[in-house]
């Protein structure tokens, strides 16, 4: 692992493997680029694997003030671009880093081979931001501890929590985040108008949605493919964190989506 300053954050970030293919790995909000051990482990050889933690998580730069989907995307691509990669890549993301990596795919497309989404996070419906945004100033101001136990029913259910070792050390990362940082993101997310972008993005595109997620489930993922050109959508066994939940399953779709596009 490594850091790097680009587009004025200073970020972690890791590169696995080699070749000309590259896939990115973008983590959920509040997670870190640990998010991916398991999927990763799990990928086909012949792949260069970037992943990092955004602004904001992990061990990259902490925000203070506001942030948004914009200032994300170039983060990426100074990345990218820093680290010399300038071929097509295929992003994939979980949550708000689903998000991220849909609105790089409409603002970047000569940049993009393919993007897989899962439960992508891409905006906030009028009648909703009241209560994201008054979510975000209560983590602001009492921590992610204050929410952590009605946000892990919603997103982590007990019916993904076979493996308690996993479930244990992904909340104990949770409980870390920086209570500012992951504020403001739930800032950038209740004004963000994703959503709008894409019928815009050209590029294939794998939506996906966990069975057992209720914080973005299947009968919310799915009509958002009809939107799109050339977009196909799965739902699987899952939940919000699937990346962490099932990360087989996760390298799987991935790993079956790749050699659909031929990638």
């Given at each position: ?6 587009n ?21 909000m ?39 989907f ?55 419906v ?18 992610p501890?204050a929410?952590a136990?009605?946000?892990?029913a ?25 209570p500012?940082?992951y504020?403001?993101i739930?800032?950038?997310?209740a ?7 894409l ?29 799109m ?30 050699a659909?596009?031929?990638?």
């Amino acid at each position: 692992m490594d850091w790097i300053e680009v587009n004025g954050a200073a970020l972690r970030y890791e590169v696995s493997g080699s070749g000309e293919r590259t896939l990115v790995l973008i983590h959920e909000m509040g997670g870190t680029l640990e998010s991916w051990d398991g999927v990763l482990a799990r990928l086909p050889d012949g792949l260069r694997v970037l992943r990092y933690d955004t602004r904001g998580a992990g061990l990259s730069e902490k925000i203070r003030g506001s942030v948004s989907f914009d200032t994300m995307a170039a983060d990426l691509a100074a990345l990218l671009d820093a680290r010399r990669i300038s071929g097509r890549v295929v992003l994939a993301g979980v949550a708000v880093g689903a998000g991220i990596a849909l609105h790089f795919a409409a603002r970047h497309p000569a940049r993009i081979a393919g993007v897989v989404a899962m439960a992508p996070a891409t905006g906030v419906v009028p009648e909703r931001r009241a209560a994201t945004l008054a979510r975000a100033d209560a983590m602001a101001a009492n921590g992610p501890r204050a929410g952590a136990e009605e946000g892990f029913a919603a997103s982590y259910p007990e019916v993904m929590r076979g493996d308690g070792e996993t479930f244990r050390r992904f909340r104990a990362r949770w409980l870390g985040n920086d209570p500012e940082s992951y504020a403001a993101i739930y800032r950038m997310l209740a004004e963000a108008r994703v959503s709008e972008e894409l019928p815009g993005i050209a590029c294939p595109v794998l939506l996906m949605a966990g069975n057992h997620d209720a914080l973005r489930p299947p009968a919310l993922i799915e009509p958002l493919a009809r939107t799109m050109r050339d977009a196909r959508f799965r739902a699987v066994e899952s939940a919000h964190y699937m990346a962490v939940q099932t990360p087989d399953l996760v390298a799987e779709a991935i790993t079956a989506f790749l050699a659909e596009i031929g990638f």
